[in-house]
């Protein structure tokens, strides 16, 4: 009995010079020296201190000897008090381990100060803008300054749109002129032919006063060095109430000028268009002799850019426009040959084969 007694009461409080009173000590003096370890930061006093308390020569391990020696009555608490502390220390090295890791981290990062430059070499190639993409920002721009509106319509569209409700009916002779690709067993919907199947589009979907801009690619069944398959149009119309061939003449004059200089001259010559009456073929003076007389313009001293007219009567009927309230021109010319001329390029090919050496002679911007 007093044997029992004698062990519960050392366990709770240890007698001084025991070998578990040497653990607390031990314990204590551990924490105190973690916290210096921690103000340290270094992974070298980490290692320090786990030689000193796990080494074979650490405080743990004499501790562990000494267990040997002690009386039976001594041990039991003795050793839990031992291990105990030894499993402490064991979890606290671990943690500082890793805190080391991120230690030596931000040493290092305080050391050299961080770079976020790339190395800049100017002379990397930068690629530069497409011929029709510059030339289509111009022509969009100086619309825009016209008070224009840009609008976009599909590319795959019904012979609605593209031919019919333009007054060019199924067995109209002029659709021979646009032959174009058809959709397989879909023989409404075809490649748009023209841009001015926008027109259609936009007469439905909104209402006059219109001025409106519309650039966009179209497919014709067509190849040879003046003739690719696709190329681009721009259309523009204006639609409201007293709309007169003046007004056409005079932006198509002041459109041409802001693109191609002051002193730019336009022609307008009669000519057939299906959806306009009266139509016009629309000539610009040539861009090469200014006009005297050269191989370009086959000395009329004039280049064909696009047709234009008064919109025909039969369009508006065809989306439900009273014609006696509202009159409007259209008119419509290529992309590509507006880069041609402005370029000064001899081959409309050139603008689709996507050779580098063509085209990174041409700006990055606008
Ligand atoms: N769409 C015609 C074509 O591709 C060009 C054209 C002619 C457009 C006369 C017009 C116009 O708006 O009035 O050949």
New binding site residues.
């Given amino acids: 009995m007093d044997h029992t007694e004698h062990i519960d009461k050392q366990s709770s409080a240890p007698l001084p010079g025991t070998l578990a009173e040497r653990a607390a000590a031990e314990a204590a003096a551990f924490t105190t020296a973690v916290a210096a370890t921690r103000v340290l930061r270094s992974p070298e006093s980490v290692e320090a201190l786990r030689l000193s308390y796990l080494g074979r020569k650490g405080k743990i391990t004499a501790l562990l000897e000494d267990l040997r020696n002690c009386s039976k009555e001594e041990r039991p608490a003795a050793g839990k008090a031992v291990n105990v502390l030894k499993q402490t220390i064991e979890r606290e090295i671990e943690l500082l381990k890793t805190e080391a890791g991120a230690w030596q981290v931000a040493a290092k990062l305080a050391a050299t100060p961080l770079d976020i430059h790339l190395p800049v070499d100017a002379w990397v190639p930068q690629g530069s803008l497409h011929p029709v993409t510059l030339i289509r920002r111009e022509i969009l721009g100086e619309f825009r300054r016209l008070g224009f509106t840009v609008y976009d319509g599909p590319e795959i569209d019904y012979d609605f749109y593209n031919f019919s409700s333009l007054n060019m009916p199924s067995d109209h002779p002029a659709r021979d002129m646009q032959d174009t690709f058809y959709i397989k067993e879909q023989d409404h919907l075809l490649l748009r032919t023209?841009t001015?199947n926008i027109q259609i589009h936009c007469l439905l979907n909104e209402k006059p006063p219109l001025r409106i801009v519309a650039p966009g690619r179209v497919f014709r069944v067509d190849s040879d060095p003046t003739h690719t398959p696709m190329f681009h149009?721009v259309?523009a119309?204006v639609v409201d109430r007293g709309i007169t061939f003046a007004h056409m003449k005079g932006t198509i004059d002041a459109f041409m000028k802001a693109v191609f200089g002051a002193n730019m001259k336009t022609r307008l010559r009669p000519s057939y268009?299906p959806?306009?009456e009266p139509?016009a073929e629309l000539d610009l003076q040539c861009v090469h002799c200014s006009g005297k007389g050269c191989r370009l313009c086959k000395q009329t001293g004039w280049l064909e850019v696009?047709?234009?007219?008064m919109i025909h009567p039969n369009v508006f009927e065809s989306v439900e426009y009273d014609s006696e309230a509202y009159t409007g021109f259209?008119?419509?010319f290529g992309i590509d040959r507006m880069a041609m001329l402005k370029y000064k390029l001899d081959d409309l090919r050139t603008l689709f084969e996507g050779s580098y050496s063509f085209l990174g002679h041409f700006p990055i911007f606008t």
């Fill in positions: 023209q001015s149009q259309e119309f268009f959806f306009v139509g696009g047709g234009c007219g259209a008119f419509g």
